[in-house]
């Protein structure tokens, strides 16, 4: 069956740390994958896209994901967390035209 | 250009009452797409339209959900008989072929 696990549930970092938000899938193809982020009444905005090739997917506010097949992972990062970063953050997995399988979410807060 | 809109924004109904609730895809975008975001389920796939194939209708919980899309462009999903349990935001979704999901606002839908 395909989901995606988001282990973690709410995750608290200091303004200017690192970040890594984990995503494990299971696909049965080789999967599209994605990370949105969504603001407090906002709807989703998409953060980043990897369909094939590098391990590593580039996206939009500096965040970035490594792609491991091996470890059926997806893990978000970005090397320093702005305020404003603070978010729910979703990855999906789908094979390129059809209904994205969504994790639970994490929910990010950055204190001072 | 304008990005996928939806309407309305917030619906209060009692329970037993039809609601209707519309989606503007992004122009030229074949794919169109209805999820659900509750408290606990996550972001759910309710069904999705390609073109001018059969809608996949697979993640409908039940008969009392039904969706059209006119003319390839604008759908309405409805719900018959609403109950307490389908209160939540139900997010409507477009894309091109084999492109990434680009999010309405979504309706927040509370059912009393």
């Known amino acids: 069956a395909q989901s995606v696990t988001q282990p973690d549930i709410h995750i608290t970092v200091s303004e200017g740390a690192s970040l890594e938000l984990r995503c494990n899938y299971s696909?049965?193809?080789?999967?599209?994958l994605f990370w949105y982020v969504q603001s407090p009444g906002q709807g989703l905005q998409l953060l980043l896209k990897y369909f094939s090739g590098d391990t590593l997917g580039q996206g939009i506010k500096g965040f970035e994901a490594e792609f491991k097949r091996s470890q059926s992972s997806f893990n978000l990062r970005k090397p320093s967390v702005h305020w404003s970063d603070a978010a729910e953050y979703f990855c999906?997995?789908?094979?390129?035209?059809?209904?994205?399988?969504f994790g639970k979410g994490t929910r990010l807060s950055v204190i001072a | 250009g304008a990005g996928v809109s939806q309407s309305p924004s917030n619906k209060v109904t009692e329970k037993g009452k039809d609601v209707e609730l519309r989606c503007d895809p992004i122009s030229g975008h074949t794919a169109l797409y209805w999820y659900r975001q509750s408290l606990g389920q996550g972001l759910e796939f309710l069904i999705y339209f390609q073109g001018n194939s059969a809608p996949d209708k697979s993640g409908l919980p039940s008969d009392r959900f039904s969706a059209e899309r006119t003319g390839g462009s604008v759908s309405t999903l409805t719900i018959q008989r609403t109950q307490q349990e389908d209160s939540a935001v139900y997010l409507c979704?477009?894309?091109?072929?084999?492109?990434?999901?680009?999010f309405g606002p979504g309706t927040r839908l509370t059912v009393l």
């Open positions: 999906a997995v789908g094979a390129g035209n059809t209904p994205l399988v």
């Open positions: 696909y049965g193809a080789t999967p599209y």
């Open positions: 979704a477009s894309s091109l072929a084999r492109g990434e999901q680009f």
